[in-house]
């Protein structure tokens, strides 16, 4: 693994900290990026017992087999990528432990673990418009009645790639996207939410303000 | 839009798929009996139907899963989606 200080996030160059605001106001669009989230892509046959039995214990969330669905909280999730394949989140500086932990774990049972960090960094947006700042790129059913808390979905956003998680109702968006693409991706959400007002935070706010609305 | 019902993740616009060709092109079991004619004719020829064609897409964007598709090249309506390696839902087994 790189040593943490020649690490550089995909969003980096854009000093976003820089322009980050302690308190969004009004804004209706309230974005920021997610740094070295841990990204581990576990592949197994959901049929198989051991295999399911085993990837919870290891992983204390489901391996969810509805499509596109999510499970798990805070900075633990599995998400649904297809049949047999997840993606596992973890918290910042995670992933290795969590391989190795889920390698060991599933010794001797037919499975796949590899470490995707770096591939992807998270754009998280959040707000009363996030939604509508989304739907302008991509063409998933976003409305609440088809897509809501708890979904995830690998889709197109503007012309990149993405793996969308929905978190909450405020609504809160995870957008995961390749590292190459991740300017392009910055700038065309930054375009697409200045309509409605767009603030760009710090993590630690971005997690405040989310426990902020939760206790509300 | 043109939306395709992927299998696993419901309906997506078309441009998240990728085509795949006719489907049920089946590899010779013994390919060393064959002539170049017969081998030329698997390897090349293929159905050009004005009508319902059986052919393979692949959810490309989304889950990367691969699936059988009944569409009609006269008016692109999908009348069957169906896993690989089952027979045509529209022919007797
Ligand atoms: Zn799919």
Redesign the interface.
């Known amino acids: 693994m790189a040593e943490i200080v020649l690490r550089q996030s995909p969003l980096d160059h854009l000093s976003l900290d820089a322009r980050a605001v302690a308190e969004p106001g009004p804004a209706g669009v309230v974005a920021g990026e997610r740094r070295f989230v841990a990204k581990v892509n576990l592949r197994g046959d959901p049929a198989d017992e051991a295999f399911v039995k085993v990837a919870k214990g290891a992983l204390k969330v489901f391996l969810p087999t509805t499509?596109?669905t999510v499970d798990g909280k805070r900075d633990r999730y599995a998400l649904w990528?297809?049949?047999d394949?997840w993606l596992v989140i973890g918290a910042p500086g995670t992933e290795g432990r969590l391989v190795a932990d889920l390698r060991k774990a599933l010794d001797g049972i037919v499975a796949a673990v590899t470490d995707v960090t770096e591939g992807r960094t998270v754009i998280r947006l959040s707000g009363v418009h996030a939604r509508e700042t989304l739907a302008k790129g991509c063409?998933?059913d976003l409305h609440p009645r088809a897509f809501g808390r708890g979904r995830c979905?690998?889709?197109?956003l503007g012309k990149a790639?993405v793996i969308l998680h929905q978190l909450d109702d405020a609504p809160t968006f995870d957008v995961y996207v390749e590292r190459s693409f991740a300017d392009y991706l910055w700038r065309w959400i930054e375009d697409g939410a200045s309509e409605y007002g767009f603030a760009i935070v710090a993590e630690p706010i971005m997690a405040a303000l989310k426990a902020r609305r939760a206790t509300r | 839009m043109h939306l395709i019902a992927c299998p696993w993740c419901g309906p997506r616009d078309e441009a998240e798929f990728s085509y795949g060709g006719e489907a049920h092109i089946l590899r010779p079991e013994q390919p060393d009996a064959l002539d170049d004619a017969a081998f030329a004719n698997y390897l090349f020829m293929r159905g050009n139907p004005k009508g319902v064609h059986a052919e393979r897409w692949v959810h490309t964007v989304g889950c990367r899963r691969w699936f059988n598709a009944l569409r009609s090249t006269v008016t692109h309506e999908i009348t069957a989606i169906y896993p690989m390696g089952t027979p045509r839902p529209d022919r007797a087994p």
């Open positions: 499509p596109n990528l297809g049949p394949e063409g998933l979905a690998q889709t197109r790639n």
